[in-house]
């Protein structure tokens, strides 16, 4: 596709359910990004993927949330156990590798936890 | 944590005034970005600036950058309706900006038709 594309763009879920957040990036751009997002807040840093690998996962609030980017292109967000302070709007972004750092959002996964 | 922090945190003008934004940051930087969210959107690159550059336009944008005293600006000039947004400041997490970004909590950008 031509952008980032997220999904769900809305998930509701009970207190205890698991969630999966879906990412596919614009192709070609190696790096993926997971952020988290709360009213009235910037994005904040969860997660970095190069390629396959998680290059650095020291956004993750806890052992709930893992990631995976298994064929280096669309990523998964899983998120274990769910409670109501992860409400928030996950937010996905790529970037082309050796560029200058600009990132491409998707519209983001809004995650209510009732 | 977040290393930029924007100011004012909102921001409500007539259309057609000049709205300037600043942010602040902490660390060393190689480049500094601004983005625009509108509301319940994703987040859109406006423009960068690099380390070595003073000042930057793109269109109505217009952006500083004063390294020592780690702060930058945003000014957009003959403000619109549709500039209707939240707009962030970005620095790279690790100074170089390919591990991703930092963000700050943003100005929030209303303007009056």
């Known amino acids: 596709g031509a952008g980032v594309s997220q999904t769900p763009s809305n998930k509701v879920t009970e207190k205890g359910k698991y969630v999966e957040l879906r990412c596919d990036p614009i192709?070609?751009?190696?790096?993926l990004y997971w952020y988290r997002q709360s009213l009235g807040q910037g994005p904040e840093f969860l997660i970095y993927?190069?390629?396959?690998?998680?290059?650095?996962d020291s956004g993750l609030p806890n052992d709930r949330f893992f990631a995976v980017r298994p064929e280096g292109s669309v990523s998964t967000l899983k998120i274990q156990r769910t409670e109501r302070g992860d409400s928030a709007v996950y937010l996905c972004?790529?970037?082309?590798?050796?560029?200058?750092?600009?990132?491409?959002f998707g519209e983001g996964s809004r995650l209510t936890v009732l | 944590s977040q290393q930029g922090e924007e100011d004012p945190q909102a921001l409500s003008i007539q259309e057609g005034e000049n709205a300037t934004m600043n942010c602040s940051y902490k660390?060393?930087?190689?480049?500094l970005q601004w983005y625009r969210q509108n509301s319940g959107r994703g987040l859109v690159h406006l423009i960068l600036?690099?380390?070595?550059?003073r000042e930057k336009h793109s269109g109505r944008l217009r952006v500083t950058l004063d390294t020592s005293k780690k702060s930058s600006s945003l000014l957009i000039t003959a403000s619109r309706a549709a500039d209707t947004a939240s707009y962030f400041c970005?620095?790279?997490?690790?100074?170089?900006?390919?591990?991703?970004?930092?963000f700050g909590k943003g100005t929030h950008l209303i303007i009056q038709p």
């Open positions: 972004a790529s970037s082309l590798l050796a560029r200058t750092g600009e990132l491409f």
């Open positions: 192709s070609g751009h190696t790096a």
């Open positions: 993927f190069q390629g396959t690998g998680a290059a650095d």
């Open positions: 660390t060393s930087i190689n480049n």
């Open positions: 600036i690099r380390s070595n550059e």
């Open positions: 970005a620095t790279g997490r690790t100074g170089g900006g390919a591990d991703g970004l930092t």
